[in-house]
């Protein structure tokens, strides 16, 4: 036993935590492990979960037919993120925030930030998401809060610069979102059966009251917070399935594989196998009501998925130059088709059926500006 304590006691012989009370940003203090083999035990679960995880990922990202909740849970992401990098290092939660752990975080903060300039529902997600992020981070460090808001900035100005549009058109841009976003339920609103919505409330409510048992409630305040931003994803996924009551139904049921995702990502045994049979029957419910799905549609999607991967990753290695070919060829035939004349200034767009201005080269034209803007008058929405 002894000599099985020196092993262990040689390859982990420290491990860092962080003071109760201390930021994240302050001085971090080395303590002895008194038990190393129940260290490496808690270490060799952590990397089956997260290979379990891990794994699960390709073939739940497959199965959503509608990738609008995927962008739409992605802020909430970030914010798990954060708060269990800002966890102490002795919760079973922490993520110790190494240079890969960084570079990773920064990625989605850059992506959140994007997502912004892409669709209402989005743009209520990120920012509401993503200033509780920032809160939490203020909280325990206001360096990483300051790098944290730089990043974000330089991230969305630079894609909307990207695209060819002034710097100073991006406030306007996100003020004239506004009532687009609040006329939103009234404008598009329309009747349909309320089971599917029922069935995926009730399912919320359910993972809800699992992340607050098994995550939130071991964090005070800052769990609270964790909780509200399940709480409102999951509330902007509703709207944006069940308003139209048409195909974005589907919304819906990728929401609950996400968030099953995320629940049980903090949960394990018996729990997790629960959230994911729920889960899984809330999604299976929900599409076949708005596909048809049945085991042989889940198992073609995922069979697309990994040909259209590999197929794709094949091509960009062996012939890149085939794509813009064939994206060439199609422009052709879309100015073909949909002849315009010759546009100077600014295009102002519902963001629909776009391809035939890509096409005839309004977009990113030396000499020229393209102005998205998100325009819907009081006579169209009557």
């Known amino acids: ?20 009370g201390s930021s994240l940003c302050g001085p ?25 995880q891990l794994t699960a990922m390709p073939f739940l990202v497959a199965e959503i037919s509608l990738r609008d909740s995927i962008f739409i849970f992605l802020p909430f992401v970030l ?21 890969l752990i960084s570079a990773g975080i920064a990625i989605v903060i850059c992506s959140v930030a994007l997502l912004s300039l892409v669709k209402g529902s989005y743009a209520v997600s990120a920012f509401f998401c993503g200033g509780l992020s920032l809160l939490v981070l203020l909280r325990r460090c206001p360096a990483a ?29 996100f003020v004239a979102q506004g009532p687009i976003i609040s ?57 944006a399935a069940f308003v139209r009551h048409d195909q974005h139904g589907a919304t819906a049921a990728g929401a609950l594989l996400l968030a099953g995702y995320c629940v049980s990502a903090m949960t394990e045994s018996v729990l997790y196998l629960m959230v994911w049979g729920l889960v899984v029957f809330g999604w299976a419910k929900i599409d076949h009501a708005h596909s048809g799905l049945n085991f042989a549609m889940a198992s073609q999607r995922v069979h697309n998925a990994v040909l259209s991967a590999y197929e794709g990753i094949k091509l960009r290695a062996s012939t890149p130059q085939l794509l813009r070919t064939i994206f060439d060829q199609q422009n052709a035939a879309i100015r073909a088709q949909l002849p315009l004349p010759p546009v100077e200034g600014s295009v102002d767009i519902y963001p629909f059926e776009l391809s035939a201005l890509f096409a005839h080269g309004c977009v990113g034209r030396r000499g020229r500006y393209f102005r998205a803007i998100l325009h819907i008058t009081l006579s169209w929405t009557h």
């Open 1 to 20: 036993m002894r000599d099985k304590y020196r092993t262990a006691k040689r390859f982990w012989p420290t491990t860092v935590s962080v003071s109760e």
């Open 28 to 52: 971090w203090r080395a303590t002895q492990r008194e038990r190393p083999e129940s260290s490496l035990t808690s270490g060799d679960a952590c990397i089956r979960r997260a290979l379990r």
């Open 79 to 99: 914010l798990l993120l954060i708060i269990r990098i800002c966890a102490p290092a002795d919760s079973k939660h922490h993520l110790r925030p190494d240079r």
């Open 145 to 173: 809060a300051a790098a944290f808001v730089c990043l974000a900035i330089a991230a969305a100005s630079g894609g909307w610069m990207a695209t060819g549009q002034p710097i100073t058109a991006l406030p306007a841009f």
């Open 183 to 239: 006329g939103y339920s009234e404008a598009m609103s329309f009747e349909g059966a309320h089971k599917d919505m029922v069935i995926y409330v009730v399912i919320s409510i359910v993972l809800l009251a699992v992340l607050y048992k098994v995550f939130a409630r071991q964090f005070g305040s800052t769990g609270l917070i964790a909780l509200a931003s399940f709480a409102f994803t999951l509330f902007v996924c509703l709207k």
